[in-house]
């Protein structure tokens, strides 16, 4: 007898959370989530292997980029936080995990749909940390939508724009400051591959990314920097519970994976590290698939 996912018994790690129906107004705060996402906060423990490198994370607020920050920070890093000025709480009670550890990290609020702060973030990330090694492009906008037919130009045009136009202006002007063996890894997803009709607009512009990263990858490697992606596949963050996943989704999000259930951020956060890391000298224009089982290239 064949098995629903929602009588599944939990397999490997994380519990299986059936968060209960909710919704926030995007882009949603980890502080309002039930249940909250873990980042890491009690259970990453670094080795070093990021000592001394500068990072900058956009979406770094919370979610993917939150335990992104902590990893890094405690990988040895030096970290400052993109994040829109309404996640101004959420970045707060990262930056408190940073700073008890005696971490260094930057805020750098604003809005990447905003042409004037995105084209100067870099500079500034570069100010603020005394050079830069590690971009991460992390910042996504995902909204659900039934229909093409509900689907405004206005939203598909949102969507780009924080999703992949911020990464060409972002990876353009980190190649002008980072150094060989600098890199820049790029957050795509499962929606790149196996996309949900409800996302077409998400799911197109991280179709893109993955174009993108292989394309900068190559041309980027003649400087000795390397460019990386990774796919997250169903992680519990903010975006999920502010319009990212029909609100009757909620309770089973994540449980049609092979291992049963959604992921966490802090088990994404690690293969951000080994991209970062000098581990990954060798590795260049690849995706790593961090999605619980699904399908993929």
Excluded: C
Excluded at 65 to 87: D, W
Excluded at 149 to 159: A, F, Y
Excluded at 190 to 200: T, W
Aim: aromatic share 6%; charged share 20%.
């Amino acid at each position: 007898m064949t098995q629903t996912p929602s009588q599944q018994p939990e397999r490997a790690g994380k519990e299986r959370i059936s968060p209960p129906k909710q919704q926030q107004s995007e882009p949603g705060l980890d502080l309002k989530m039930q249940p909250k996402a873990d980042h890491g906060e009690r259970s990453y423990h670094g080795r070093e292997r990021l000592a001394g490198k500068r990072a900058l994370i956009t979406g770094g607020d919370s979610g993917i980029g939150a335990a992104v920050a902590i990893a890094f920070a405690r990988e040895g890093a030096k970290v400052a936080l993109a994040y829109l000025p309404s996640e101004e709480p959420d970045a707060q009670a990262v930056a408190t995990v940073l700073e008890d550890a005696g971490v260094e990290v930057h805020h750098l609020p604003g809005d990447l749909r905003d042409r004037s702060y995105r084209d100067t973030l870099i500079d500034e990330a570069v100010t603020a940390l005394g050079g830069l090694d590690i971009l991460v492009n992390n910042a996504g906008k995902q909204i659900s939508v039934e229909s093409l037919l509900e689907l405004s130009d206005e939203q598909v045009e949102e969507t780009f724009d924080v999703n992949i136009f911020a990464m060409f202006t972002l990876s353009r002007a980190a190649l002008q400051v980072l150094p060989a063996g600098g890199s820049i890894i790029n957050t795509t997803s499962i929606q790149a591959f196996d996309p949900s009709d409800h996302l077409m607009d998400y799911a197109a512009t991280k179709a893109a990314i993955s174009n993108f990263t292989k394309s900068l990858a190559s041309q980027a490697a003649q400087r000795g920097i390397r460019v990386n992606a990774v796919a997250p596949g169903p992680i519990w963050t903010p975006l999920q519970p502010s319009h990212g996943q029909p609100i009757e989704a909620l309770p089973e999000f994540g449980h049609d994976t092979w291992l049963g259930r959604a992921g966490q951020p802090v088990e994404v956060a690690p293969a951000y590290v080994f991209l970062a890391s000098d581990e990954a000298s060798y590795v260049v224009g690849a995706t790593v698939h961090v999605n619980g089982g699904k399908n993929q290239p």
